[in-house]
């Protein structure tokens, strides 16, 4: 039997207002929407802003929650619906492309800072579905299956536009992996 | 999984928004039924008040326009009588001529 969260918590937020359980929602999750929304926009007033719009529309669609694993894959894809749209919106696009993106000058350590950085400016380099392809892959670590059915496209998209990401990446990031080593 | 692939994983870690994120967002929560109402309130009121001002114009156009049609008839109407009386005299000038 399935109860939707409202029901579960004995509440019908709509009638009541701010509801206990929307808090806890939001405070479970933000840092999973957040992240989503920050890696892709890379600007983090404008993800903060999105961010809040996600869960608002949670809100709006409470009643139709049926558990948490719903309300993870909802959360994640409305998130990803929505940083897609905007950037289709509001030409969010950076205009240099990944191919025109200049190498680091020296190899950096993998906890580097600003090696991080680097990365997070690469995928900001990609197209907007490749991009959050390779957020929801490495941030939330889905596979290209649960990906292809958030995203509502083919697994085999998904697994094409991944293998050019992160060749692309690897590319630019010059990176040797230890096995590749002399 | 490659050394890269963790090299990803590791820079798009999950990382928290702002501190008062959750409240700010509970807070915009509290407010919709008022928000909404009033954008609802804000957009039925501008389509009556577009309604009413198609209706006025649209009227005012089609009152002018018989106005015209009721004066252009009134006008054709008193022409045709001058016609007629000029016609009139015409035709009596001529039947006297004639006898």
Known sequence: ?182 | MTDFEDQLRRAFERQEPSADFADRVVARASRPVKVAMYRYGRKWLSSAIAAALIVALGGGYAWERHRQGEEARAQLIQAMEITSSKLEKIHKKVQGALR
């Open chain 1, 1 to 182: 039997m399935t109860n939707s969260l409202a029901q579960e918590a004995g509440i019908q937020p709509a009638a009541v207002g701010i509801t206990q359980a929307f808090e806890a929602a939001v405070r479970e999750h933000q840092a999973m929407v957040y992240s989503v929304v920050y890696h892709f926009l890379q600007d983090r007033s404008a993800a903060e802003e999105l961010a809040q719009e996600v869960f608002l529309e949670l809100f709006r669609h409470w009643h139709e929650i049926e558990s948490r694993a719903h309300r993870v894959y909802w959360l994640r894809k409305v998130a990803s619906r929505k940083c897609i749209d905007q950037t289709r919106r509001r030409k969010f696009r950076n205009h240099v492309s990944l191919e025109e993106t200049p190498e680091p000058f020296t190899w950096m350590p993998a906890t580097d800072p600003l090696l991080k950085r680097y990365i997070e400016q690469l995928l900001g380099k990609l197209q907007d579905v490749p991009r959050m392809i390779v957020i929801l892959r490495y941030q939330e670590g889905l596979e290209p299956a649960e990906i292809s059915e958030l995203l509502e496209m083919p697994v085999a998209t998904v697994k094409s536009h991944l293998q050019r990401s992160l060749a692309l990446l690897r590319k630019k990031l010059s990176f040797v992996s230890p096995e590749e080593k002399p």
